[in-house]
């Protein structure tokens, strides 16, 4: 009996050994799998949601220069400058996961400037921007969605505040618009503020903070940690 037992113990521990060896393979097999899945899905996620972007702001700029080319032929060449610096930057800089916080910057001035000629005498625009450096990353094309919000839905005759600041890796965007009465009445979450959402919660998870204030103004604080 003893060299049975022996005998049955000496192989049964190598059976168990090698057998939660080979779960545990498994299982980190497994979760390795899951975990490409997962980032393939996001992935994918993100280029639809960028996908989403670029129609939208293109058609808004041709839409201006379609107007600008009945009424104001002279400032049409300007503006087809600018909106095809637009596009070198939504096409082919805004590809990876991330940019130069630089270019962004000069993409949103130059988006600005092609908004200020657009609602000349409509609208005032306040523009602030500062920056303790601009030697950081940042995804693209996410502080967009702020500004064609608040020129989209902003009343006549009223004045669009942005002010963004740069400091000790952190940027802060603030955006305020008096809000068009259309829209103050429908109050309606567009379709770009709720993908601007979805893409922080994915690059920016635990690392990012937005605020948005309904009133008869409309305003948006936004919050990142830069790279």
């Known amino acids: 009996m003893k060299c049975l037992s022996d005998y049955l113990w000496q192989t049964l521990v190598p059976i168990v050994f090698f057998s939660f060896l080979w779960m545990l393979y498994r299982y980190l097999k497994k979760q390795e799998e899951l975990e490409i899945v997962t980032k393939e ?8 949601l960028k996908s989403q972007i670029n129609p939208h702001v293109l058609f808004n700029n041709l839409n201006t220069i379609y107007s600008y080319a009945l009424e104001k032929p002279d400032a049409v060449p300007e503006m087809i400058l600018m909106l095809s610096n637009n596009l070198k930057h939504v096409l082919y800089e805004s590809n ?20 200020k000629i657009r609602t000349e005498n409509i609208k005032e625009i306040e523009y602030r921007l500062r920056t303790d450096t ?22 006549p005759k009223s004045t669009i505040k942005i002010d963004i600041t740069v400091k000790n ?8 618009n008096i809000i ?3 829209v103050l009445e429908t109050k309606k979450e567009k379709i770009g503020l709720q993908n601007l959402k979805k893409r922080l919660s994915l690059l920016y998870k635990n690392k990012h903070a937005l605020k948005i204030t309904q009133t008869d103004s409309f305003e948006v604080y936004l919050k990142l940690h830069l790279k």
């Open 134 to 155: 601009t030697a950081h990353e940042i995804a693209p094309l996410l502080l967009i969605t702020l500004l064609e919000n608040a020129f989209k839905h902003s009343a």
């Open 169 to 176: 890796s952190f940027l802060e965007c603030f955006c305020s």
């Open 41 to 48: 899905n996001i992935e994918m996620e993100l280029q639809f």
């Open 96 to 115: 990876s996961h991330t940019v130069s916080l630089e270019k962004e910057l000069e993409y949103i001035e130059n988006y600005i400037a092609f908004q």
């Open 180 to 182: 068009y009465r259309n």
